[in-house]
């Protein structure tokens, strides 16, 4: 049965990228003079991910970096994001730097350079030296000068290099995952020190884009990269939910979006977690500091949230929405929340496919920031893909995904929102964090074995639509995703 297709044409200007992480393709994890990090001490850390999965060999990029950019190059990629290893070129997370390391991120950016592919680097994208974790880690407030100090060295170092700095990752992860759900590095329960880590992040954040800004000059270009949770009311009626809703947000967009963006925190937060913390941790002069002009906001959108005010003393119903909340939740003073099982077509995170959720967070972002670039530097999806006979991997469901999505950001463009490119997650299957190598969100599959790239259908369709500037959608809602269960 043939579908109904809508045409969407992107502007000339749109950048066509897409992203990885250090820790999740690199491998090489003891070469190179590479001090330890936070997520080789977890990984290595019994029950802590699935199949005691580490990042020991991950991808092999760092011995098959030209093979991976020959690779992007066929895909006729744009732009390409990657992170750096902070202890890769600085092992223990102060002084001096790994020259090795410093040499592998300059050949690899030069080799991006000579594809004619603009790299996008992030910072931090998750992994701490282990030396400042053994020192408190985000919780404590030096890990933010130590973080401004990296971020100055590798604008000396690269700054030659590269034209868009990304400063964190997705602070939300490091803070909520890291330290009070503790299913991420370094894997602790204390909604407290999650709080001050957020905080502690922020500010590492704006010491970053000044250092950048001191090395590089007024004009170079720094971004932050959220992952911001979209979330309705289970029943969008009841002003309980639409509070419970507006509670998430608070916690898990506006401890970001305040501090950042408007120099402040919001008091409705500041309140909210009083019966966790007294906010000591923020120092006069503090959000002065965190305020810096940021170039354009990077958004990481996968999934919404539904949401539902639980009554006095009800507990949580079956679902938990990935999340949950109550005791080893990511959400700090959100106890009386219930995150709702997702329902419809799920991708094998169990996370729901809702591409409206993404128009509705870049045109919010848009109407509250008033015309802030914004740029969407991750979006994809996890299937069980399937190797067919004939070698190929017919992933039809990723292009759906990938094209419904699309559809949502062109859609934002052209109500207004300047949305100025688009990163897929990911170039590589790879390393999924506490998933181990369980969950695929490559448009090129990697077999773990042979280490044998092969680009899955999605890939060669994305380089159709970085080809032509021109996405055809399905119009018909879900096609092609797994039902859930
Ligand atoms: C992001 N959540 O992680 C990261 O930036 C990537 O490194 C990762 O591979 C990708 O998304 C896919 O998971 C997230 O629980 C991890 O809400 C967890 C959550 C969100 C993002």
Redesign the pocket.
Known sequence: MTQPIIERRFPDSFVWGSAT?SY?IEGAANEGGRGRSIWDTFSHTPGKTLNGDTGDVADDHYHRWREDISLMQELGLQSYRLSIAWPRVQPGGTGVLNAEGVTFYRDLLDGLIEAGIDPVVTLY??DLPQELQDAGGWANRETAYAFAEYARAMARELGDRVKVWTTL??P??TAY?GYASGVHAPGHTDPAEALTAAHHLNLAHGLATTAVREVLGQDAQVSI?L?LHVTRPADPESAADLDAAHRVDLVGNHIFLGPILDGSYPMELTELTRHVTDWSFVREGDLNLIRQRVDVLGV?Y?STNYVRQLAPGEAPGGGSG??GSGAGS?WVSLDDVEFLAPTGPLTA?GWNIEPDGLYELLTALDNAYDGLPLMVT?N?A?FDDEVSDDGKIHDTNRINYVARHLDAVAQAIEDGADVRGYFV??LLD?F??AWGYT?R?GIVRVDYDTQVRTPKDSARWYADVIRTGIVNVPATANVGATEGV
Do not use: D, V
């Open positions: 992480a999740q994208h998750w990752n997705e939300w992860c995952l990269t992952n990481n996968y990935g999340h990511p995170m991750e994809g996890a997650w990911s790879n999924e964090w969950r969100f």
